[in-house]
């Protein structure tokens, strides 16, 4: 049971301080665990499970949480190098080694637990996608307290320099953050702008004023993060590292090779990495554990060290 001194009141709530020290000041980054509905079968796929290995949904989630348990279980997956690890809703609802998930990372490996909570994208319109709607969240986040979640994550797209669409995607992010942060969770707001937008950079720039904005408005009380692509422009996002208000700065990998990722994430100081694709691209599930931990040993090595620049 927590006692006053070591809690942070946010939105009435009551968080944790040494888990907020923890993701705030922390070395290493957050392993991007998420992947659910249509990109399940590729993450599997990239695994070395083909589409033939399992006959309904039920036997691909179960595979799924075989991949992600075997990398969670690693002697590799540690706090020495991993602040925290975002979970897709199936992932928090099973056991590792008889452990609920999200205990299992905080009690065992001293990894913050976060969770998706987003519904996947809506169709483009004004140069952005925009988050389908969710009508469960409030259910779901409620959920996420019980076990043990410390903080959420969604994701919009901006393909282009639309300034209208733009404002639509952080005034959503940034709505539904307030919602949850009322529940004592700090949310992960992840506007990815497209690495392959001919406009990319002016992309950054519009979105840099809007965050801008929706902080200055945001109750002094209430801390977000901020999950942005890896900016054109070296520390373009260092104002928001600096804020008070915002526990962590995390960079997606959007694409980019995990040795691409890396090179431009260490040139931004103070953005750490929150990477899937990149993390685990080399895993397959052919390997020894002897070849899988050496694997995962140096994906882990190498984005780390891209993180505490």
Not at 213 to 239: C, G, R, W
Not at 244 to 268: M, T
Request: glycine letters at 6%; hydrophobic letters at 40%; aromatic letters at 6%.
């Amino acid at each position: 049971m927590l006692n006053f001194k070591e809690c942070y009141f946010a939105g009435g709530f009551m968080m944790d301080k040494q888990k907020i020290e923890r993701m705030r000041t922390g070395k290493g980054f957050i392993a991007a665990l998420d992947q659910s509905g249509g990109s399940t079968p590729k993450a599997l796929e990239a695994y070395g499970v083909g589409k033939d290995a399992y006959s309904d949904e039920k036997e691909m989630f179960d595979m799924v949480h075989a991949m992600r348990t075997r990398i969670i279980t690693s002697k590799e997956f540690d706090k020495n190098h991993i602040v925290g690890a975002i979970l897709f809703e199936q992932t928090m609802d099973r056991d590792i080694e008889g452990i609920p998930t999200a205990d299992y990372l905080w009690d065992k490996r001293g990894v913050l637990p976060f969770l998706k909570v987003d519904k996947g994208l809506a169709d483009l319109a004004e140069g952005v996608q925009m988050m389908k709607p969710m009508p469960d969240l409030e259910v779901l986040l409620q959920r996420a307290v019980q076990k043990h979640i410390f903080g959420t994550k969604m994701r919009s797209v901006i393909k282009e320099a639309n300034p209208a669409g733009i404002k639509k995607v952080i005034d959503q992010q940034f709505e539904i953050g307030l919602q949850i942060a009322k529940h004592g969770l700090v949310p992960i707001i992840e506007p990815e702008v497209d690495i392959h937008s001919p406009d990319k950079s002016k992309c950054e720039d519009i979105l840099k004023t809007e965050i801008r904005e929706h902080i200055a408005k945001l109750p002094k009380d209430v801390l977000i993060m901020l999950k942005l692509s890896i900016p054109t422009q070296a520390d373009l996002y260092k104002e928001f590292i600096d804020h008070p208000q915002v526990v962590r700065v995390v960079a997606l990998s959007g694409g980019y090779s995990r040795e691409e990722a890396n090179a431009l994430l260490a040139k931004n100081h103070g953005m750490i990495a929150s990477f899937s694709r990149a993390l685990a691209e080399d895993l397959r599930a052919q390997q020894s554990q002897e070849e899988f931990d050496k694997t995962l040993a140096a994906a882990i090595k190498s984005i780390y060290d891209a993180s505490i620049t």
